[in-house]
Nanobody, 128 residues
Framework: VQLQASGGGSVQSGGSLKLSCVAS????????IGWFRQGSGDMREGVAC?????????FHAPSVKGRFTISRDNAKNTVTLQMNRLQRDDTGVYYC?????????????????????WGQGTQVTVSS
């Protein structure tokens, strides 16, 4: 699967941004698609994930739950991350990535080593 992320930008604290990830290739629905982020000097962390099966199971990391919402449109092979009430700590490069099967969540964290397919990053900058 190939992934193309878009939608980053600069916003003030409390504002909103929407990221989109378009997937292409064979059997896209077999892949769970996740969003990850990496701040300057930080390790990459999982933010949210959506499976491709009916019912669209989703997961949101505790740090973003209630502020970010991931959604998936299987007809358009698109996964969207709506980010509201953005904070300075949300600043970083955001990536979408794919893994076969489920989202691979362990102890409320997305296990990113299971994600083999990565799109290019998109920068999100939140200023106070």
């Amino acid at each position: 699967v190939q992934l193309q992320a878009s939608g980053g930008g600069s916003v003030q604290s409390g504002g909103s941004l929407k990221l989109s990830c378009v997937a292409s290739g064979r059997n896209v629905r077999a892949y769970s698609i996740g969003w990850f982020r990496q701040g300057s000097g930080d390790m990459r962390e999982g933010v949210a994930c959506a499976t491709g099966r009916a019912g669209d199971d989703t997961f949101h990391a505790p740090s973003v739950k209630g502020r970010f919402t991931i959604s998936r449109d299987n007809a358009k092979n698109t996964v969207t991350l709506q980010m509201n009430r953005l904070q300075r700590d949300d600043t970083g490069v955001y990536y979408c990535a794919g893994t076969i099967g489920d989202c691979s969540v362990v102890n409320d964290q997305i296990y990113l080593d299971d994600y083999d397919y990565w799109g290019q990053g998109t920068q999100v900058t939140v200023s106070s």
